[in-house]
């Protein structure tokens, strides 16, 4: 499975704009990238996924570079309720283990009032 | 309401018992997870099934077991065999099958300690 890269931890000041990279040189051309983000002793949940052009949502946006090999999950306006872990994963829906969901170990964004 | 839902949220163990975490969900997905998440580090995958009464190893399988016998159901067992298994055991869902590309629905968590 392709891996990705992320920083350890990153602060961001409250109201302002969060920019969270994750680099996946290995991405195959099937690999669809996903966001989560895990709240303290909660579940991680869906923020976003995109497979080649930019994306938005009403949580966030995803910016895909031109070669696929890095990505950035895009927080227009951080808010308290931002900090938590973030995740970047790749998954291939057309392997037949592609259903598997794998994490790593994600960034961490504080939120400073 | 649609979800997934674990429980007990806390569990307390003794050493050497096995115990049951359990995991429904409503969602009609074909697809089911169990993570296991130490502090401070990603989640790891324990087993994963793709439809009812199959189920596959994930990384760290031994010292669990699981079954799936209805399409709502993914219990997980940690047995005595497991050696550290005090953790924090996350179980999720998805659309599943080969094609689909749909995100996956994680419950609130179970706390495992053993004493």
């Known amino acids: 499975d392709a891996k990705t890269t992320q920083p350890n931890s990153m602060e961001s000041n409250e109201e302002e704009p969060v920019h969270l990279p994750c680099n996946h040189s290995t991405i195959s051309g099937t690999d669809y990238i996903h966001w989560y983000r895990q709240l303290p002793s909660q579940g991680p949940e869906y923020v976003i996924h995109g497979l080649t052009s930019n994306v938005n949502n009403r949580m966030a946006s995803l910016a895909i570079a031109e070669d696929r090999k890095s990505s950035t999950l895009i927080l227009h306006r951080a808010t308290l309720r931002d900090a938590a872990v973030y995740y970047c994963?790749?998954?291939?829906?057309?392997?037949?283990?592609?259903?598997?969901?794998?994490f790593g170990t994600g960034t961490s964004l504080t939120v400073i009032p | 309401d649609g979800g997934i839902t674990q429980s007990p949220k806390y569990l307390f163990r003794k050493e050497g018992q096995n115990v049951t975490l359990s995991c429904e969900q409503n969602l009609n997905h074909d697809a089911m997870y169990w993570y296991r998440q130490d502090p401070g580090q990603g989640l790891r995958l324990i087993y994963y099934?793709?439809?009812?009464?199959?189920?596959q190893k994930g990384d760290i399988a031994e010292g669990y077991s699981v079954s799936r016998e209805k399409k709502e159901s993914f219990p997980l067992t940690v047995t005595s065999a497991q050696k550290n298994p005090t953790a924090f055991y996350l179980c999720a869902s998805s659309v599943g099958g080969v094609g689909m590309n749909t995100e996956a629905f994680f419950g609130q968590g179970t706390r495992l300690t053993v004493v």
């Open positions: 994963i790749l998954r291939d829906p057309l392997s037949n283990t592609g259903n598997q969901f794998y």
């Open positions: 099934s793709q439809i009812v009464n199959d189920f």
